[in-house]
């Protein structure tokens, strides 16, 4: 079976300031990965993923993962945050042969001024 | 591409009562999915159809829920005899392709509220 741990509920940092996200995965084959942003009354959106190649992927909004199998780790880094950023932020693994995603219990970004 | 859309957005509903909420998804997308969500929580998949046909649920989805799609094209899904438990907002998905790694997109959700 798929899990997927997000490290804090609710992380705030200052505007300007790195945004890290934290997620462990465990899964008995190669993962797929995701991380999903979900502003209010909004659906979520998908900010990046991995399938398999390059390690660290670039995706929206200047968001960025590492995918480190080691560690079963694929950590959401941002260098500078806007006040825009403030939103839900879920990770997510998918595997080869399986539809749905597994989603972990969200992390709650809040930016301050 | 108007994306994906829900309906209704949200419902209040006593508990007892049968709800069904309506899923649009982006027009040629062969799969669909609904998820629920609970405060706090992330999205916990249901149930997925590629075209028409369902293919795989989710232990959660008892026998008082019921999915449709019937033409392949919107998607229905009926709660019965809700309960209090089934408080949650509910998200639908699509995605083109067949494999586990194609884009799912995510509508707005429906809030269903059992008082």
């Known amino acids: 079976a798929q899990s997927v741990t997000q490290l804090g509920s609710h992380v705030s940092v200052s505007e300007g300031a790195l945004v890290l996200l934290r997620c462990n995965y465990s899964?008995?084959?190669?993962?797929?990965l995701f991380w999903y942003v979900q502003y209010p009354n909004q659906g979520l959106q998908l900010l990046l993923k991995?399938?398999?190649?390059?390690?660290l992927v670039k995706g929206i909004n200047g968001f960025e993962a590492e995918f480190k199998k080691s560690e079963t780790s694929f950590h959401l880094t941002k260098p500078s945050a806007h006040m825009s950023d403030a939103a839900e932020y879920f990770c997510?693994?998918?595997?080869?042969?399986?539809?749905?995603?597994?989603f972990g219990q969200g992390t709650r970004l809040t930016i301050n001024p | 591409d108007t994306g994906v859309s829900q309906d209704p957005r949200h419902k209040i509903t006593k508990r007892g009562q049968n709800v069904t909420f309506r899923c649009d998804p982006i027009?040629?997308?062969?799969?669909l999915y609904w998820y629920r969500q609970t405060l706090g929580q992330g999205p916990e998949f249901l149930t997925y159809?590629?075209?028409?046909?369902?293919?795989?649920k989710s232990r959660l989805l008892s026998d008082r829920f019921s999915a449709e799609r019937p033409k392949g094209s919107f998607s229905t899904l009926e709660i019965q005899r809700t309960e209090q438990g089934d408080s949650a907002m509910y998200l639908c998905?699509?995605?083109?392709?067949?494999?586990?790694?194609?884009?799912?997109?995510f509508g707005p959700g429906t809030r269903l509220t059992v008082t």
């Open positions: 998905a699509s995605s083109l392709g067949s494999g586990p790694t194609s884009e799912q997109y």
């Open positions: 899964s008995s084959v190669p993962p797929y």
């Open positions: 991995y399938t398999t190649g390059a390690t």
């Open positions: 997510a693994v998918s595997r080869q042969g399986a539809q749905k995603l597994v």
């Open positions: 027009s040629e997308h062969n799969r």
């Open positions: 159809f590629q075209n028409e046909a369902q293919l795989e």
